[in-house]
């Protein structure tokens, strides 16, 4: 296939330009490659989408794919304009932030949306679930006969540039001191490797598969993930503090991501945010790795990096120290 890939230099998109190369497709790349560069093998054409249609230049015409993780309603317009007509398949990777309740263990891909955002307003952090709505509803009105909406979860693996699914297993190998944990046993989690959500989004533009599909990992409970996570890294069971989520809210920490919160911890409301279903694309052939490989993959990643890095997501060292020292204060 000659496969246009709108990015292809981060994560998702590079994994996918990298598998697409290997199956021996032809592959493009669209980037600006101001952070990184495309995979060896593909053909690169530098690009600022924020150009708009001049952006697109030297990649019109005819592609038996084109791939699209964008996140920006305003650029994803022009794309299908300026690609979609003659395109012969259309891939746009959406998020399971689209849906407008996460209340639902179990939800397929029938739930309710979000209300998409304004026509020609752009896409901003706080509006992610919004935009991503925007740009589904967008592609299958240019080219819906054509297009398979990828409503991905939270994306894992090696060269996760979130910080979230890493940060556990990573916090474990670091050292021994004690590790402050959220006391949420019982709660999923639900993570996609991002080489088997490639392979899946490659299968299924090979059958010019259509439709929108739940490309999710399967549920794990928190508590089997620490202990996965325990186990990789060595660590002693001894070292693992649990506290009650009430505690933590009271301290400042917050939930999911970003600086001095608790990856994979989802506030009240949202138990089925980490539980939707992925049995329409498990029967269509979606296939997916044990998490336990995921896992370790990660850790190996983390290493790499550096465990005591600075971190996208989680506590840091400082914060960590002070709110163990204050529970363990409060206890006496």
């Known amino acids: 296939m000659r ?16 598998q697409a190369v290997a199956a021996g497709h032809n592959v ?4 600006r490659g101001t952070s990184a560069v495309p995979p060896d093998g593909v053909t690169w054409v530098r690009g ?32 299908l304009d300026v690609l979609g007509p003659a395109a012969a398949h259309w891939t746009f990777v959406s998020s399971c932030s689209v849906y407008a309740d996460h209340s639902v263990p179990g939800a397929d891909e029938g739930a309710a949306l979000l209300e998409p955002l304004p026509q020609g307003q752009p896409g901003t952090p706080e509006t992610y679930g919004e935009s991503k709505s925007a ?3 967008m592609t299958l ?44 046993p019982d709660d999923a989690t639900q993570i996609i490797d991002v080489r088997d959500l490639a392979a899946w989004i490659l299968q299924s533009a090979h059958q010019r598969l259509t439709g929108a599909y739940n490309a999710l990992g399967e549920v794990v409970r928190f508590e089997d993930y620490l202990e996965e996570s325990r186990h990789a890294a060595g660590a002693t069971a001894e070292v693992i503090l649990r506290v009650p989520e009430e505690w933590l809210v009271e301290q400042g920490v917050d939930h ?23 049995r329409a694309a498990r029967e269509l052939g979606m296939t997916l790795r044990p998490w336990q490989e995921t896992l370790a993959a990660t850790l190996e990643d983390e290493r790499q ?5 600075d971190r996208k997501a989680g506590l840091s060292r400082a914060t960590e120290q002070k709110l163990v020292a204050l529970w363990r204060e409060q206890q006496r």
Request: glycine share 12%; with cysteine; proline share 6%.
């Open 3 to 18: 496969i246009l890939v709108l990015g292809g230099t981060a994560f998702l998109s590079a994994e996918i330009a990298r």
């Open 28 to 31: 493009t790349c669209l980037a």
């Open 48 to 79: 600022d989408r924020a150009l708009g249609a001049a952006a697109f230049a030297e990649v019109a015409g005819g592609w038996d794919e084109v791939v699209d993780v964008s996140r920006d309603p305003v650029q994803a317009a022009v794309a």
């Open 135 to 137: 740009i589904e509803h």
């Open 141 to 184: 009105a240019a080219v819906g006969e054509k297009a398979h909406i990828v409503r991905a979860g939270l994306i894992g693996g090696p060269g996760d540039g979130t910080d979230r699914y890493g940060y556990w297993p990573a916090r474990l190998a670091a050292n021994a001191d004690p590790v402050l944990v959220p006391d949420i």
């Open 256 to 278: 999911w991501s970003g600086p001095d919160s608790f990856p994979l911890w989802l506030p009240e409301g949202h138990d089925g945010f980490q539980a939707r279903t992925n």
């Open 305 to 309: 990096k550096g465990l005591d890095r």
